[in-house]
């Protein structure tokens, strides 16, 4: 295996080869490069990439959803990789774009005369345009992540930078699965390989890797090569973890006997013989999908502890399964995770909702100039610890903490007590988390039936979690005594009972604020709320009381409504339905058996038919500029074996319905 690299030095690696076999200097390919990446983070749905920037623009992209117009530009320095930069290295770039715009847009919105590529793209838009976000890409580092801009053509505007740090980590959490790790440089030129074992599809095979090798790998990817692992490193303090560095240190040959080995996948397997025995000599799409502790602890002893890992091996079994195995690749990881307990939350890490509110996570800001903190999504236990470890370990902590804190923090179960409050289940919330977070995975288009959130959903869902964060901590100005959490969830449940959902939850989520009205609420109703619980418990355990829809149904009989300041004049688009059992429950997600079937017809379209399709259109000049480039897109990601966003399926579908009553029929064979 080749010496580990940084994420910032597989980002520089990428854009070299890219370079190169494309034929096109490092500029450009560190352009398409940052593209796919935020393609690949929900950023941007089919990017009309320009062979001739226009001035300083790269590219287009369209949002038909929002009427978002986004315009791509590249800052790009070949020797200033990751190196600071002051933002006014970025205006240039920046007011190019402005100036760009200005001329272009008015000059769409004419029929007369000859239409370059970029005013056509932008003709078909005329007049849906609502906003326009500037992108800028850059190899440098900048402190400056968001912030708004004058209106051009009095439209709205901001800029947002992802500098190399962002497109670092993007790389960090994408490259796994899409690279080759090679073995050839390893004694005997490879590692020792027994098998295949198993069904010619599904096989699988033995190994003894070096402590040492999955120490580098580690290091060289990071939590990333835990991909599919349902839990990220518990740290160094964890019991399990300091158990392995104690046998790393104390009896290094004993520790093959010790540990139970890891548990492995992969899309491709390369092997050769070698003095008549088998080898492994690269392997594609690798991932850890049990071992985790192992693996982390391993990097953690050499890295840090300076332990020397000579002499240290360790059994792992490698499964190479089909490139669209995740649910198998889940089976995996669920059965072989033994040595520290599982959880119902570690089993519904790789859920796809989960790994889509992860994804909106990492990019929506909420503050007004796009200056504020990022909310936190930890989708894997351990997740917030092992990702600030990584920034530390790459000098990038600093930049972390800018982004995040741990008061901006939440993980899967805590986000089904803030749905499950609101919904009116208060009595499953005082279940605990593990029962809340199982009845918050089959509520109706809920995470077990394919549903996906937006940002719409993600924005409101931060807006319940301040409202849960500000209850909890009037109820503990107001000492009521014991069974604070209980107080929590019930409260916010008659709150929302009483005004059927009309709470103005996109301007909570804006100021990041629940208001003086909420909390004047919560002070009015939570003590009348404890005090029912206390009474109609009786003699029973207010506890076990809290758990029963006795209890709930008991608490809605409090005579208290909400003043006006309190409630909107129509309720919010996802808070309908409301106090229905549990199997009944809805949460607003837009996917529901339609959607799964439309994101089914876009992947078995095929991407040689998506890029014969996109070709098509531009031959004929049939379709709009942005859906050629979406068409180009979805074919770009289902060849890769990836998923297409929500929004690219949404549109994708409204591109093949187009194109069919077009006449459009692909070639096959």
Known sequence: MAEATSPLDTLRTIISISAENEGVPPSRAFTGQGMALLEEAGQLNGPEWFANPVGRIDAFDWDADTGRLTVIVTDFAPSRWGEVR???ELLPAVSDAISQLTRLLPAATRSDGDATRAISYLRDLSGEIRAIRIIALSNGSYETQQAALESIAEIPAELTVWDAGDLATAVAHTAVREQTIHFDDQPGGGVPILGPIGEHDVSSYLMVLPGGLIADLYQAHGASILGRNIRAFLQVNNRVNKGIRQSLRETPGSFFAFNNGLSLTATELERSLV????????????EIVNGGQTTASLHHAKYHDGISLAGVSVQAKLTVLPIRADEMALQI????????PVRMGDLTSNNRFFQSIEQLSRTVNFSADQTGKLWFFERIRGQFATET??????????????????????????????????????????????????????LEHGPASGGVPDEKYYRRLVAKALLWAETDRVIGSLDLGGYKAVDVGYTIALISNRTAGRLDLDTIARRQDAGDAWRDAVTAVAPEVHANLIRDAGARNVSSWSKTTAAWS?????????????????PAPDATRMAVAASQAVIGLA????????????????????????????????????????????????????????????QAVKILDEAARLGFAPKRG
């Open 554 to 570: 008991a608490v809605q009989d409090i005579d208290w409504n909400p003043g006006s300041a309190l409630t909107t004049s129509e």
């Open 389 to 442: 470890a990584a920034a530390r370990a790459l000098g990038a902590e600093a930049r972390f903490k800018r982004k995040y804190d741990r008061t901006r923090r939440f993980d899967k179960a805590e986000l089904a007590k803030y749905e499950l409050a609101w919904l009116q289940m208060p009595q499953v919330v005082a279940a605990g988390a593990e029962k809340s977070l199982a009845i918050f995975m089959n």
């Open 275 to 286: 003095g008549g025995e088998h080898v492994v000599t690269s392997i594609k799409g690798l």
């Open 591 to 650: 996917a529901d058996d339609e959607d799964i079937t439309a994101r089914e017809r876009v992947e078995e379209f095929g991407s040689q038919a998506w890029f014969q399709l996109s070709s098509w259109a531009k031959e004929t000049d049939n379709l709009q500029g942005w859906q050629r480039g979406i068409a180009f897109s979805v074919g770009r990601l289902v060849a890769a074996g990836k998923t297409p966003t929500a929004k690219q399926v949404t």
């Open 333 to 340: 990881a669920r059965f072989a995770n033994s040595q520290s």
């Open 86 to 88: 002051d933002k006014r």
